[in-house]
């Protein structure tokens, strides 16, 4: 795998070269432009679980800043009845709760998000008395 350098180096020499294939040179300026937008949103891949024992586990595989991460911390985290009927799911989402995967660019670009993102489900409501 190549990192942002390496790949700028490569499209500089295809753009300069009198036979570059335009497929790998449009490729390369994609992925170039994909790495600056995860660099300047620096969106690491984090891991989420919560066990509930006999009822089931609540986990994902999602995208985030740092900073959303920490802005989360302790926050009420609702998904409703995510695990069959009654079963409520919901609780102050802590430190080890989410689990930081990668914070580089490439990877993070390629990674595919899969079950639940907590940060969807964080309850902004202010409790009503």
Not at 11 to 26: A, G, P
Not at 83 to 106: A, M, N, Q
Not at 114 to 125: A, F, K, M, T, V
Request: net charge negative.
């Amino acid at each position: 795998m190549f990192n942002a350098k390496e790949l700028e180096f490569m499209k500089e020499i295809l753009v300069e070269s009198e036979s570059q294939d335009e497929m790998t040179l449009s490729i390369i300026e994609k992925i170039t432009n994909d790495l600056k937008v995860a660099q300047e949103n620096k969106n690491c891949l984090w891991s989420f679980n919560w066990e509930y024992g006999r009822q089931g586990t609540v986990e994902g595989l999602f995208k985030a800043t740092k900073q959303e991460i920490e802005k989360a911390i302790g926050n009420q985290v609702y998904f409703g009845e995510i695990l069959g009927k009654h079963s409520e799911v919901f609780g102050t989402l802590d430190d080890g709760d989410c689990e930081l995967i990668s914070d580089d660019p490439l990877y993070v670009i390629n990674a595919l998000e899969s079950g639940y993102n907590p940060l969807h489900y964080i309850n902004d409501e202010e409790d009503e008395d």
